[in-house]
């Protein structure tokens, strides 16, 4: 079975206040790259039908979704090439 391009560890985020976002490491051969999931994409995650959600809530949410974030964050990572970091995720990416 060949390694992914991109790692990830369990527990290992961050809010970026400045970014209204999760901040997460991912790890390939090359070293670490940043990656960032916007309060309204975890929003979209955990109730499509609310307006927003507070940094505690998105927490909480990225948590709960974790497994399933890291594999939407290594598919976007993959169909970017890399690209420039942090690579961002939207609720455009969910899908």
Avoid at 9 to 29: A, H, I, K, P, Q
Avoid at 43 to 48: A, D, G
Wanted: glycine content about 8%.
């Amino acid at each position: 079975m060949t390694k992914p391009s991109v790692q990830f560890e369990l527990g290992n985020y961050e809010w970026v206040s400045e970014r209204d976002s999760v901040g997460f490491l991912g790890t390939t051969d090359l070293g670490e790259i940043p990656f960032l999931i916007t309060a309204d994409a975890l929003c979209e995650m955990l109730n499509p039908e609310l307006d927003g959600i507070d940094p505690e809530t998105a927490l909480e949410t990225f948590v709960e979704f974790e497994t399933d974030i890291h594999r939407i964050a290594r598919r976007e990572f993959v169909k970017r090439l890399g690209g420039e970091p942090p690579i961002l995720i939207t609720s455009a990416d969910l899908e």
